[in-house]
């Protein structure tokens, strides 16, 4: 039984990877829920039952049905309060929908953006249209049908356009100001980048104009959230965290350090050591000989 759990869940992983897309409906695959990565699909989802989304730093307590907005660059964790819970769930990556000539449009809906509203509540009446469109989704998904990806691109686009006709809930806690509520996302969007597991993988995010481009700011307005939150700019935050993680790999691991170098985004291992040298006042092969 354990094995065919495992393949299900390694087959759902490679189908949701190759396509770039995948709806299902929750009772028939609630296992599928929590087995996505948060980091790489954003994620469309219909329930009905008691629950508690925590979203950035703000928390919303449901106890009927909404529809919920995933955005793979800001944190958030589902806690499902009722022993039955049923709905749809759509993920999609951003490359899916990219294709589209509307594909602007993620990033600028107030259900995504920071700051935005990723939840509402949805009647009876909506509840049956919108699970109409999910229920459409998966035909076209199990079908043989060419353009079906393009289909199915519409009907999320249907689905955006539904929500953003909604009044907004406005029952979440509110933040005590945005310079904290984005400060709070970045640090936590930072350290998602660690620990770095292998040298052929260099970090994604290296400078603060790459975390306002994930976070869908100007890095002006993210730094000086940063800096007025916590007295350092962001780019001191991403320095420092980098420094730490050259040691743990540097003390932990047998990769040379030009293999270190580049998993930490260096295009050369010169660079990596005037940068630690800077920093510390030492280089990185004094530091690894310290465990020798």
């Not at 929500?163 to 904290?180: G, I, T």
């Not at 939150?229 to 691991?253: F, I, N, Q, W, Y």
């Amino acid at each position: 039984m354990e094995a065919k759990i495992e393949r299900s869940v390694s087959d759902f992983n490679n189908e949701l990877k190759l396509r770039g897309f995948n709806v299902f409906q929750i009772e028939k695959d609630g296992n599928a829920t929590k087995i996505y990565s948060r980091k790489d699909f954003y994620k469309i989802c219909l329930t009905t039952g008691r629950s508690i989304i925590h979203y950035s730093d703000r928390s919303f307590e449901a106890d009927d049905t909404i529809l919920f907005f995933g955005n793979p660059h800001i944190p958030y964790s589902w806690e499902t309060l009722s022993t039955r819970y049923v709905g749809y769930t759509c993920l999609f990556s951003e490359e899916f929908l990219v294709q589209s000539d509307r594909s602007d449009m993620l990033q600028q809906s107030p259900l995504f953006k920071l700051g935005g509203t990723p939840i509402l509540l949805i009647n009876e009446q909506q509840r049956e249209f919108l699970n109409g469109i999910f229920k459409k989704m998966i035909e076209e998904q199990q079908s043989d049908y060419p353009f079906k990806d393009e289909l199915i691109r519409n009907y999320i686009h249907l689905i955006l356009h539904e929500a953003m006709k909604l009044q907004p809930s406005e029952d979440f806690e509110q933040q005590k100001n945005a310079s904290s509520r984005l400060t709070s996302v970045f640090l936590e969007l930072l350290e998602r980048q660690f620990p770095i597991e292998t040298s052929s993988k260099p970090l994604a995010l290296k400078s603060a104009q790459d975390y306002a481009n994930q976070l869908n700011v100007h890095v002006n307005y993210l730094n000086r959230a940063v800096k007025e939150v916590t007295g350092k700019p962001t780019s001191a935050h991403v320095s420092d965290r980098v420094l730490v993680e050259a040691k743990a790999l540097l003390h932990h691991t047998n990769w040379n350090i030009s293999e270190i170098a580049f998993a930490l985004g260096f295009d050369y291992p010169t660079y990596f050591n005037n940068f630690f040298k800077k920093q510390t006042g030492t280089t990185p092969k004094a530091i690894r000989l310290e465990k020798v």
